[in-house]
């Protein structure tokens, strides 16, 4: 399978190292678009073999599956072209997905797949479970340490002062639609979530601002007829950036790995 990355940050950074090392079997890295040609070459340099460096429009032409890991407002750049040539988008960019049934009439028009990787959340194959049957409530609770979320535009915007809290304080709640509006780059989580079962429009969110923590954390509360459960997660930041958590590259390898793998496990 031709991979192609879009963005070289912490995410596709790890999956492009771990591509040319061999470790995903029956996938080769055959192309990359970042916005920085100097960045893309800083980064070269530290492969085994020079990747090119393309257009979004090449990457969908030459790859089988590309790998989305870009900031949220230039999602459809690569997303559409991707799309539009009948290949696979693995878009790490959940929350851009909301709403948008016009890509998933477009890959169904044209053969083309979304495939939302884990990421940073646990148990999205027991909400895919759970949703086969009937599923009453999903809520889901995120966590930050305040200096994660002190540059939002929506803190900016409403003058929360988030530099000297002694207790955790909520900073929205809503449904993942609502929160999705005012937290676009921090709720790729919940997105997942609510895209596996109820749907952003019944997925309930809040965002807290926690002085207590080191890391993000993610509490999820489910309700069912066929069972009720709650999971935490707690996520280390990877080495290029605090803000993305080190599970969610892995999250990628793993989807990668498994589309040749004999043995499956998990839906």
């Known amino acids: 399978m031709r991979i192609?990355?879009?963005?070289?940050?912490?995410?596709?950074?790890?999956?492009?190292?771990?591509?040319?090392?061999g470790e995903i079997s029956g996938c080769e890295l055959v192309a990359i678009s970042a916005r920085s040609?100097?960045?893309?070459?800083?980064?070269?340099?530290?492969?085994k073999r020079?990747?090119?460096?393309?257009?979004?429009e090449e990457l969908a032409t030459k790859c089988d599956a590309?790998?989305?890991?870009?900031?949220?407002?230039?999602?459809?750049a690569v997303a559409l072209p991707v799309l539009e040539a009948g290949k696979a988008l693995?878009?790490?960019?959940?929350?851009?997905?909301?709403?948008?049934?016009?890509l998933v009439e477009l890959a169904r028009r044209t053969g083309g797949r979304i495939v939302i990787p884990s990421g940073a959340m646990l148990g999205l194959d027991a909400i895919k479970a759970v949703a086969v049957g009937e599923l009453h409530e999903v809520k889901i609770r995120t966590r930050k340490p305040p200096r994660s979320l002190a540059t939002a535009p929506y803190v900016i915007r409403n003058g929360l002062d988030l530099k000297n809290l002694t207790e955790a304080v909520c900073v929205l709640r809503g449904t993942v639609t609502e929160v999705a509006k005012e937290f676009p780059a921090n709720v790729n989580v919940a997105a997942a979530l609510s895209l596996a079962g109820l749907g952003p429009n019944r997925t309930e969110m809040e965002i807290w601002?926690?002085?207590?923590?080191?890391?993000?954390?993610?509490?999820?509360?489910?309700?069912?007829?066929?069972?009720?459960?709650?999971m935490s997660i707690q996520n280390r930041p990877s080495e290029e950036n605090p803000a993305t958590g080190r599970i969610t590259?892995?999250?990628v390898i793993a989807f990668l790995r498994q589309t040749h793998a004999v043995l499956l496990i998990g839906t």
């Open 249 to 251: 590259a892995q999250s």
């Open 209 to 230: 601002a926690d002085p207590s923590l080191v890391f993000n954390t993610h509490t999820v509360n489910v309700k069912s007829d066929s069972s009720d459960f709650s």
């Open 50 to 56: 020079v990747v090119p460096c393309v257009s979004f």
């Open 4 to 21: 192609g990355i879009a963005g070289i940050g912490a995410i596709g950074s790890s999956v492009a190292r771990a591509l040319d090392r």
């Open 37 to 47: 040609q100097h960045r893309v070459a800083e980064f070269n340099a530290t492969l």
């Open 90 to 102: 693995v878009a790490m960019s959940a929350s851009q997905l909301l709403g948008r049934e016009d």
């Open 66 to 76: 590309v790998l989305e890991a870009l900031p949220p407002e230039i999602f459809n």
